[in-house]
């Protein structure tokens, strides 16, 4: 365990935004977790859980509160049959791997999402080809009192990049039920998923998707329509690319994130269309 107070945490998301926290936490055993949510909870203090940080914005320069990073915990993954059982701190890419070479099809439309299964699952994330949450079986959570729970899948919502389990604690394992395929099949899948990645913004600091899509129409549509894009603040600006993109390619101040992100919520209101954050944002 390693435990820095007053961290810097420009590393610790994929924006690379300059921000600061109360106490930065790395943990490598599932006791140490257990320990640190019962301090953290005997102490009052505000808990943050960072994954792999790719959908993370800190919010603010200085994050009063104690950051949980996830990412050195121990890790294994576990193929028997159609089941694949993975810690929660196993990188997203990785299990899509593993998925491919033991033939087992479900987790195509997850290809190039960043991060880490625990924060996949607790956002849904996914593509128009699937979500993490489809072939889930169960999920292990530890709760703010240190101890694991078995939730059977029937037990969570799941939704457009939506997770009922999300603040719940800390997502430390899951198991999925996949369908044996033949590689090749897997592999052209994989393809497709990546091809519908090409219409984004790559080798800069971004955060993905920073609105949902609203039901009206797609975010980027509606962000390029409105005229925004290149719309720059301080460091950060709304790509040319994608709509939907903050990017950067140094280190941007949190607030200019976040006034970019006002402008395009206000502009869309006066269109009589409500944006919805993707992202987290942390204050
Ligand atoms: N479009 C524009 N201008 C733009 C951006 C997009 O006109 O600047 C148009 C596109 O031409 C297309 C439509 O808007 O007709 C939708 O765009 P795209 O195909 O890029 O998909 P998206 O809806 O913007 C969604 C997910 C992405 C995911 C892709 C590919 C959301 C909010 N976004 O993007 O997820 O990678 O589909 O499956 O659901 C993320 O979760 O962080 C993310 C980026």
């Known amino acids: 365990m390693k435990i820095l107070d007053n961290a810097e945490l420009h590393q610790m998301s994929s924006m690379k935004v300059r921000a600061r926290c109360k106490r930065l936490i790395y943990l490598e055993t599932l006791d140490e977790l257990s320990n640190i949510l ?11 859980i960072l994954g792999g940080g790719t959908n993370v914005l800190f919010g603010s320069s200085f994050i009063d509160g104690w950051i949980i990073c996830t990412k050195r915990l121990e890790r294994k ?21 593993i998925a491919l070479e033991n033939g087992l099809s479900g987790l195509e439309g ?8 625990g924060g996949a699952i607790a ?7 699937g979500s993490i949450g489809d072939n889930l079986i169960w999920v292990d959570i530890m709760g703010f009192n240190g101890k694991v729970k078995r939730i059977e899948r029937g037990k969570i919502e799941f939704g457009y990049r939506h997770c009922s389990l999300k603040g719940k604690g800390v997502i430390v394992g899951a198991c999925f039920k996949l369908k044996k395929e033949n590689p090749d ?3 052209e899948r994989m393809d497709e998923a990546k091809k519908l990645r090409e219409s984004q913004p790559k080798g800069l600091n971004t ?7 609203p039901p009206e129409t797609p975010a980027g549509k509606l962000i390029e329509e409105l005229g925004l ?8 600006w709304i790509s040319e690319i994608h709509g939907n ?19 395009i919520k206000k502009q869309a209101e006066k269109r009589g269309i409500k944006l919805e954050e993707e992202i987290e944002v942390w204050r």
Do not use: W
């Not at 955060?207 to 899509?213: E, Q, V, W």
């Open 245 to 263: 993109f903050i990017v950067s390619d140094g280190s941007p101040d949190p607030d200019d994130v976040l006034h970019l992100i006002e402008k």
């Open 229 to 236: 894009k290149g719309e720059r603040s301080g460091d950060a």
């Open 77 to 97: 993954i576990l193929v028997s049959g159609e089941l694949i059982e993975v810690s929660g701190s196993y990188p997203t890419q990785g299990l899509v791997h």
């Open 38 to 48: 019962k301090e953290a909870k005997d102490k009052g203090e505000k808990l943050f």
């Open 185 to 187: 099949v897997i592999r």
């Open 123 to 129: 956002g849904n994330a996914g593509t128009r080809m």
């Open 207 to 213: 955060l993905g998707c920073i609105f949902k899509n």
């Open 110 to 117: 997850l290809n190039g999402i960043p991060g880490t299964v």
